[in-house]
T-cell receptor, first 114, second 116 residues
Framework: AQTVTQSQPEMSVQEAETVTLSCTYDTSENNYYLFWYKQPPSRQMILVIRQEAYKQQNATENRFSVNFQKAAKSFSLKISDSQLGDTAMYFCAFGLLNTDKLIFGTGTRLQVFP | GAVVSQHPSRVICKSGTSVKIECRSL??????MFWYRQFPKKSLMLMAT?????????EQGVEKDKFLINHASLTLSTLTVTSAHPEDSSFYIC????????????FGNGTRLTVT
């Protein structure tokens, strides 16, 4: 069985600064996907970034980038130039190939201060 | 773009009654949809996989007779919470993806259920 762990229940960062959210996971599979989702107060789940495990290159999406360490089973999210609109819950998630079933971590509540 | 719609967004029901939550894919077909439950300030827990035209697959610990799932068409899955109790109060979210394309997974806006 797969598990996803987010050890930071809450984080805060000042506007324009950089923050890193941690995520570790456990699996015996070799091929899988990892995701970061954002859930603002509206509760809508928004995909932030996706990483395929077979790709060594870390995924980036504008101000969002990941540090994927497959051997260490670590998948952290870096948010650069933080904006007030980044305030939300952030969930790390694991997904196997050929399925859309996701296993979510417990989430990190990020507060961006002006 | 592809949208997943949930209805209702909020529902309050009395203990012992049943409530139905709909999950619709608005402009794509989905042979599979997923139902999650989210407790306050907690993570999303997968409840079941809804399969069009066949029985749903439930995760361990989820009562299939309590949470009835029907996926009668390629655009609609329903979750019925039967004989609801206050402990069933939660936020329920569905997800789906366009089966015919390599597109991202989409989530509904969720349904907040309060059982009094």
């Amino acid at each position: 069985a797969q598990t996803v762990t987010q050890s930071q229940p809450e984080m805060s960062v000042q506007e324009a600064e950089t923050v890193t959210l941690s995520c570790t996971y456990d699996t015996s599979e070799n091929n899988y996907y990892l995701f970061w989702y954002k859930q603002p107060p509206s509760r809508q789940m928004i995909l932030v970034i996706r990483q395929e495990a077979y790709k060594q290159q870390n995924a980036t999406e504008n101000r969002f980038s990941v540090n994927f360490q497959k051997a260490a089973k670590s998948f952290s999210l870096k948010i650069s130039d933080s904006q007030l609109g980044d305030t939300a819950m952030y969930f790390c998630a694991f997904g196997l190939l050929n399925t859309d079933k996701l296993i979510f971590g417990t989430g990190t509540r990020l507060q961006v201060f002006p | 773009g592809a949208v997943v719609s949930q209805h209702p967004s909020r529902v309050i029901c009395k203990s012992g009654t049943s409530v139905k939550i709909e999950c619709r894919s608005l402009d794509f077909q989905a042979t599979t949809m997923f139902w999650y439950r989210q407790f306050p300030k907690k993570s999303l827990m997968l409840m079941a996989t809804s399969n069009e035209g066949s029985k749903a697959t439930y995760e361990q610990g989820v009562e299939k007779d309590k949470f009835l799932i029907n996926h009668a068409s390629l655009t609609l899955s329903t979750l019925t919470v039967t004989s609801a109790h206050p402990e069933d109060s939660s936020f329920y979210i569905c997800s789906a993806r366009d089966s015919g394309h390599n597109s991202p997974l989409h989530f509904g806006n969720g349904t907040r259920l309060t059982v009094t």
